[in-house]
């Protein structure tokens, strides 16, 4: 069975930060690209960052550049997500999700990131984050 069990989630106020964990099993964690995802109620899914498990490489869209760092033990095959300078407008519901392209794609991350996927994704249920102004 795929699991993926987020934590790490919580209030705190702007300018702190946060490290968010994705513990995952039940599949192959080195074909997988796994990708951090925020959603706010009434607003569309934004893809936050991305970690390429096959080569080891990250992604994050411009928007998220600077104050978001993915890194993933693989060995625990556990993706974590530290978030800095952490402003009001991040609250929201992060989710860590797995995504398989085969070897055929290119850019995986970014194609996940935007919400493209070849059918074979798997999703965590969130962890909430909050911050206070």
């Known amino acids: 069975e795929v699991q993926l069990v987020e934590s790490g989630g919580g209030l705190v106020q702007a300018g702190g930060s946060l490290r968010l964990s994705c513990a995952t099993s039940?599949?192959?964690?080195?074909?997988?690209?796994i990708g951090w995802f925020r959603q706010v109620p009434g607003k569309e899914r934004e893809g936050v960052s991305c970690?390429?498990?096959?080569?080891?490489?990250?992604y994050y869209p411009d928007s998220m550049k600077g104050r978001f760092t993915i890194s993933a033990d693989t060995a625990k095959t556990t993706v974590y997500l530290n978030m800095n300078s952490l402003k009001p407008e991040d609250t929201a519901l992060y989710h860590c999700?797995?995504?398989?392209?085969?070897?055929?794609?290119?850019?995986?991350?970014?194609?996940?990131?935007?919400?493209?996927?070849?059918?074979?994704?798997?999703w965590g249920q969130g962890t909430q984050v909050t911050v206070s102004s």
């Open positions: 970690f390429s498990s096959s080569d080891r490489s990250t």
């Open positions: 039940g599949f192959r964690f080195e074909d997988y690209v």
């Open positions: 999700a797995a995504a398989w392209f085969g070897s055929s794609w290119y850019n995986q991350c970014a194609k996940f990131l935007q919400g493209r996927t070849r059918g074979r994704d798997y």
